[in-house]
């Protein structure tokens, strides 16, 4: 059977009506540990609320129209920004009231009201009336002593002649302060950021409105950039930056349309957005080097853009003075003033102008204060998952932190090592150090998650299958952190430090998985290449190993055979099996398993 397309999509709307109905009652949250059911509306941390609600006020923007339009209102301009709704209209004339989700003509009632408060009050009862879950409130230009309706960071007035005019809005509980002088952001990220703020002020100024009005723009900004502690040559290029910036737009708008270099004001989402999306595909993969990829379109990109993109495929980066190729890029930690990316890129030119290299010096941003002061469970001390969570039951310590080195025992060896038993072998053979820059918690749970499931990347089943190959249950491993870092760079190297000192449980195979372009000499040598033949050999054959192990635990637990007499044992269950195993150093031996009896006996 076979349904139509308007089948389909009432299907499909039919399911997505249930979902929602079973998202919104089923909503919950938790805080200082304890979890809460939505009692109403829906939670603001889903995704699903945002895309609920867009749909919602859409449906809202079409239902309201279409009731006005019957009745001849004409609504000459209509935006709406998630909740905010401006709507330009001529006033609702005397003695007409809503009532009863109609416009109800009564000349007898007395009406004293203004044109505009009329026509807020009307319309607010016709806003109410759409949905019972929704209610609004309205505002005019009288409502504020300027004389313009502000929204977001604008504000509008309509004037005499109908003409609407705008310019740049700031609330009055707005900080008077923009990214201040010492901020951990590049020297660069800073002057761009503010340079652009600025420029977006002036944007948000209609070009109808006097001179004075844009002094006033720049002048604020200016008394921003000198109480965030900026110097005066600093926020003179800014300034200068942004005026320069905002007239070439200006130049580029008063082109014609059929100009190459024509460039509306106020950009559209649609103008050249071919060509813009080509531009950016190819600045994405060539933004460290210059250099051309060549087809763009190789990747499966749509055949139209392929025919209006031969104007723009061609567009290369600026190579600098030198012309020296660019060969890989380089991060530097930021510093005050950039001292240290001005230093690296000073040596840079030296070096590169000799070797006839290039390498594109960036700088990185410092941590934001928020990864450091924020506490995710602030009402509770401790674990807030209580004996469920394997991060911190033993220790009792909190197991969300992140940026650590931790480390993993098996507690079985661990008490057989601390009675002596094992003591010549040290800790090596069943400690693991690893280091996560996520949640300490998530990072152990994964773990867990690859030992239920058997893994063949796991540290536990290799641990398993080397000591405990007899036991058809998994040892008990206990995690523990050992270290908190700020950065990745520290955190890696103190993990490689426990790692040569107890890491026994580390593979080879941890190492090198993330291949990063590098400069890196190397001389041949026959021995380091005999040594990486045979690293690869024992990977391969600890990967073979870890799988047969794999496979033959698989086969005892999935064989339940559980009656005391054997007698009544089918044949089946009677049989002998021989199974082939390999256990510790490589080696193989036949376990032969009496499967006529309810627990397996193994002999070698």
């Known amino acids: ?62 239902t309201w129209a279409l009731s006005q339009s019957l009745w001849g209102i004409k609504v000459h301009l209509y935006m709406r920004y ?63 002593k300027s004389g313009y309706l502000p929204t977001l960071d604008f504000q509008t007035k309509v004037l005499d002649c109908g003409v609407i005019t705008y310019k740049h809005f700031d609330k009055e509980m707005a900080s008077n302060l923009c990214i201040q002088k010492g901020t951990a952001l590049a020297t660069s990220t800073v002057f761009s950021s503010l340079r652009q703020d600025l420029c977006r002020r002036l944007l948000n100024t209609s070009t109808m409105e006097e001179e004075e009005t844009f002094v006033q723009v720049v002048e604020s900004y200016i008394q921003r950039l000198v109480n965030s502690g900026h110097t005066f040559s600093f926020t003179k290029a800014v300034v200068l930056q942004a005026i320069t910036r905002y007239k ?36 994405f993969c060539t933004w460290y080097s210059g250099e051309d990829i ?3 379109f190789r990747h499966g990109w749509k055949n139209h853009i392929r025919r209006r993109g031969d104007n723009v495929k061609n567009n290369r980066k600026r190579l600098p003075a030198s012309n020296r190729e660019i060969t890989t890029t380089l991060f530097v930690p930021a510093t005050a003033g950039s001292i240290l990316f001005d230093k690296i890129r000073e040596k840079e030119e030296v070096i590169g102008r000799e070797f006839d290299w290039g390498i594109k010096i960036l700088e990185n941003s410092g941590s934001p204060l928020t990864t450091s002061l924020m506490t995710k469970f602030p009402s509770k001390v401790g674990c807030p998952f209580g004996a469920e969570c394997n991060a911190c039951e033993n220790d009792g310590v909190a197991c969300t932190p992140r940026n650590v080195v931790y480390k993993s025992t098996c507690s079985k060896c661990s008490t057989e090592s601390s009675t002596g038993d094992i003591m010549e072998t040290g800790m090596k053979d069943f400690t693991y150090i690893g280091e996560t820059g996520r949640n300490f918690r998530y990072r152990v749970r994964e773990h867990m998650s690859n030992l239920k499931n058997l893994s063949k990347n796991s540290f536990q089943v ?12 998994p040892p008990y491993f206990k995690f523990k952190i050992i270290s908190q870092h700020k950065d990745a760079l520290s955190r890696q190297l103190n993990e490689a430090l426990w790692i040569i000192n107890q890491g026994g449980l580390n593979k080879r195979c941890e190492f090198n998985i993330n291949e990063l372009c590098r400069l890196e000499s190397r001389v041949p040598n026959k021995e380091h290449e005999k040594a990486l033949v045979r690293i690869k050999q024992e990977r391969k054959q600890e990967e073979e190993n870890i799988k047969h192990f794999i496979d033959v635990m698989n086969y005892v637990k999935n064989f339940h055979c559980t009656d005391p007499n054997p007698s009544n044992v089918s044949p089946t269950c009677r049989k002998r099996s021989t199974l082939s195993s390999t256990l510790v150093g490589g080696k193989r031996r036949k376990i032969n398993m009496d499967l006529s009896t309810p627990r397996a006996s193994k002999t070698a």
């Open 1 to 62: 059977m076979q349904y139509t397309k308007e089948t389909q999509r009432k299907l499909v709307a039919a399911m997505v009506h249930v979902a929602s109905i079973v998202l919104m009652q089923t909503s919950c949250y938790s805080f200082g540990g304890f979890l809460y059911l939505q009692t109403s509306g829906s939670g603001i941390g889903l995704r699903a609320s945002a895309c609920i609600a867009k749909i919602a006020m859409a449906i809202w923007d079409k």
């Open 82 to 144: 998630i909740d905010d709704l401006r709507l330009y209209l001529k006033p609702i004339g005397e003695g007409w009231w809503w009532i009863d989700r109609k416009w109800v003509y009564d000349p007898s009632k007395q009406d004293s009201r203004d044109p505009e408060t009329r026509t807020k009050e009307e319309l607010q009862k016709s806003f109410d009336d759409v949905f019972n879950f929704l209610r609004f409130t309205t505002e005019g230009e009288r409502d504020f």
């Open 248 to 283: 070439y737009m200006l130049e580029r708008d008063s082109r014609l349309p059929e100009d190459p270099k024509y460039q509306p004001l106020y950009r559209s989402k649609l103008f050249d957005r071919e060509e813009r999306m080509i531009r950016k595909r190819i600045d």
């Open 294 to 296: 060549g087809d763009p």
């Open 462 to 473: 290799l641990h398993w299958m080397n000591k405990h190959a007899l036991d058809t249950e």
